[in-house]
Nanobody
C-alpha cells in the first residue's frame, strides 16, 4: 500500500490550494479515505473523510464550508480542495486509509502573509 501526497505550498491568508493523494497497492474504490493534518506541537487530527460507497463526506468543524474532499476512483486519487485558508490551517497534511492503517509522507501547507 502506498499513498503519495502533493499540492502543498505557501499561500497567503484567504487563498486556496488543492491537495492530491495517489494511492496504489490496493483496490482504492473499495476503501474509505481520509485527510489528516498535524501542526507543530499538536496531535494529528482528522480533517475530512470520504466513504467508498456513496461518497458520503465528513469534516472537522474547523474546516466545514471551506474544505471539500473528493475522489476519482478511475485515477486512484483523493483530493482536498482548501479555500479561504487561514494561518491556523498551517500543518503537514496526510492522506490515510484506515483499513490498512497506511499513511503518506505528508505535504506541507503554510498559510502566511
Amino acid at each position: 500500500v502506498q499513498l503519495v501526497e502533493s499540492g502543498g505550498g505557501l499561500v497567503q491568508p484567504g487563498g486556496s490550494l488543492r491537495l492530491s493523494c495517489v494511492a496504489s497497492g490496493f483496490m482504492f474504490s473499495r476503501h474509505d479515505m481520509s485527510w489528516y493534518r498535524q501542526a507543530p506541537g499538536k496531535e494529528r487530527e482528522l480533517v475530512a473523510d470520504i466513504l467508498s460507497i456513496g461518497g458520503s463526506t465528513n469534516y472537522a468543524d474547523s474546516v466545514k464550508g471551506r474544505f471539500t474532499i473528493s475522489r476519482d476512483n478511475a485515477k486512484n486519487t483523493v483530493y482536498l480542495q482548501m479555500n479561504r485558508l487561514q494561518p491556523e490551517d498551517t500543518a503537514v497534511y496526510y492522506c490515510h486509509t484506515r483499513f490498512f492503517g497506511s499513511w503518506g509522507q505528508g505535504t506541507q501547507v503554510t498559510v502566511s502573509s
